[in-house]
Nanobody, 126 residues
């Protein structure tokens, strides 16, 4: 059974850091593009970062560039999202998703992603 499970969310003060993990089971995560999305209450789901499988390209939304870093640990079948200098506007439920298509990852089309985790809540507040 294909499954991804996120963890690592929590409450952090502005300027703080968190590392989110996305652990895969039932498939080899390195074979696919992986995306991190987030959704705040009343807002649409938006792409935060993604990493492609074939060319290892990575993409970030403009508001997180220089603050967030996506990485893979193939030995642990895990993708991480390291988040630094967190801001209140980063508050959202963060989701990991798997794109099974043989293309570079994208941030603008959540429907390209087939498998989704349940999410992990990130709250940035003083």
């Amino acid at each position: 059974q294909v499954q991804v499970v996120e963890s690592g969310g929590g409450l952090v003060q502005p300027g703080g850091s968190l590392r989110l993990s996305c652990v895969a089971s039932g498939f080899t995560l390195d074979d696919y593009a992986i995306g991190w999305f987030r959704q705040a209450p009343g807002e649409a789901r938006e792409g935060v970062s993604c990493t492609s499988s074939r060319d290892r390209s990575s993409y970030y939304r403009d508001s997180v560039k220089g603050r967030f870093t996506i990485s893979r640990d193939n030995a642990k079948n895990t993708v991480y999202l390291q988040m630094t200098d967190l801001k209140p506007e980063d508050t959202a439920n963060y989701y990991c998703a798997v794109d099974t298509r043989p293309y570079p990852c994208t941030l603008g089309r959540p429907n390209d992603y087939t498998y989704w985790g349940q999410g992990t809540q990130v709250t940035v507040s003083s």
